[in-house]
């Protein structure tokens, strides 16, 4: 990918996004930052400018259909195309989940932003992506959605609390990348889902063991695969993981 190349990351203001955005700009790609806060994403831009990254905003609430129309059509009259989608945004609706008294309202929001909210993203800009010579999309799962290590486990540090919203949630999303990844096979668009491992970010109250540039690089991984890449797959940094 010797070309210039443009990314949209979504929730890319801080934390796993905003690394995602500075990692993919460090390799020379344009980057769009992605956020519905404006002062954070103003924010968010001008410190990777200064770092001597080509990023931009992108007004941007994955929850609502106006905004998402109106982000897709901003990159076509800015960029024209689009080369990746990083889909980073994401919630985990506030802890306790416990199934026999969630509140059903919170399981709602949960897969509003986490799937939902990445097929209306996905589509809204795919049009772009297939314009581009190395279109990828990039799924942000997590470990919690392996139904194979949830069911094998019930430590709290390898599996997460139990969270009926959030971690369906990822369950979810990997079904929706594998959907995605069989639609599109033989189009060049290649799609996984990618697991930052535990994180320290606002998320889990920066509860966990690893930073978000460490976090971030699966993602870049993916969103720079070479063209004989795989598509359809769920991975960490040690490689697949199971469903």
């Known amino acids: ?13 801080k934390g796993i996004g905003y690394e995602i955005a500075a990692g993919l700009g460090r390799l020379g790609w344009r980057v769009g930052v992605g956020a519905r806060d404006d002062g954070r994403r103003a924010a968010a831009v001008e410190r990777l400018q200064a770092d001597g990254i080509d990023a931009f905003g992108v007004p941007l609430d994955v929850t609502s259909d106006d905004s998402v129309a109106a982000a897709a059509r901003l990159l076509e009259d800015r960029e024209g195309r689009l080369d990746a989608l990083v889909n980073n945004a994401g919630i985990t609706g506030g802890m306790p989940q416990d199934p026999t008294t969630v509140d059903v309202d919170v399981v709602r929001r949960v897969l509003e ?16 992506l297939r314009r581009s010579a190395h279109p990828r999309i990039v799924a942000m799962s997590s470990g919690v959605g392996s139904l194979t290590r949830q069911s094998a486990s019930d430590d709290p540090l390898s599996v997460g609390p139990v969270a009926v919203a959030y971690s369906p949630s990822k369950t979810m999303l990997n079904a929706v990348v594998v959907q995605y990844a069989k639609e599109l096979a033989g189009t060049g668009v290649l799609v996984n889902a990618a697991c930052p491992g535990y994180v320290a970010t606002d998320l889990n109250g920066h509860r966990g063991v690893r930073t978000p540039e460490q976090g971030a690089a699966v993602a870049i991984r993916l969103a720079t695969l070479p063209d004989d890449g795989p598509s359809g797959g769920y991975f960490e940094d040690a490689g697949p993981i199971p469903w």
């Open 113 to 128: 932003t986490n799937v939902i909210g990445v097929l209306r993203v996905t589509n809204a800009v795919l049009p772009m």
């Open 1 to 13: 990918m010797s070309e210039r190349m443009t990314a949209l990351v979504t929730g890319a203001n």
